[in-house]
Nanobody
């Protein structure tokens, strides 16, 4: 079992930055694809970005050039650096883990509890 705990959410003005963290326990993340998803009120959970154990990253078009996913395997932690935030980035952000990467949230076995990000205009 993998337990994931997100932190770092909050309230920020448009154009600002936040860094989300996802700390894992139970197992090493070394062999997992780690991903970030977000869910706005009334909307389905949407893929944001992912990173394989080998360091390959993939991002949704809506966040390319603004959001960066990284991981520190020694700390068993994954990060999402979010810059140039927009009001439409407002959502609950979740980290997830799976052996195989996917942009489909249904394919992920392990989830954190989520952290709220609110961007004011």
């Amino acid at each position: 079992q993998v337990q994931l705990v997100e932190s770092g959410g909050g309230l920020v003005q448009a154009g600002g930055s936040l860094r989300l963290s996802c700390a894992a326990s139970g197992r090493s993340l070394n062999n997992y694809v780690m991903a970030w998803f977000r869910q706005a009120p009334g909307k389905e959970r949407a893929f944001v970005a992912s990173m394989t154990s080998g360091g390959y990253t993939y991002s949704a078009d809506s966040v390319k050039g603004r959001f960066t996913v990284s991981r520190d395997n020694a700390k068993n932690t994954v990060y999402l650096q979010m810059n140039s935030l927009k009001p439409e980035d407002t959502a609950v952000y979740y980290c997830a883990a799976n052996f195989l990467g996917s942009t489909d949230y249904k394919r992920y076995n392990y989830w954190g509890q989520g952290t709220q990000v609110t961007v004011n205009s």
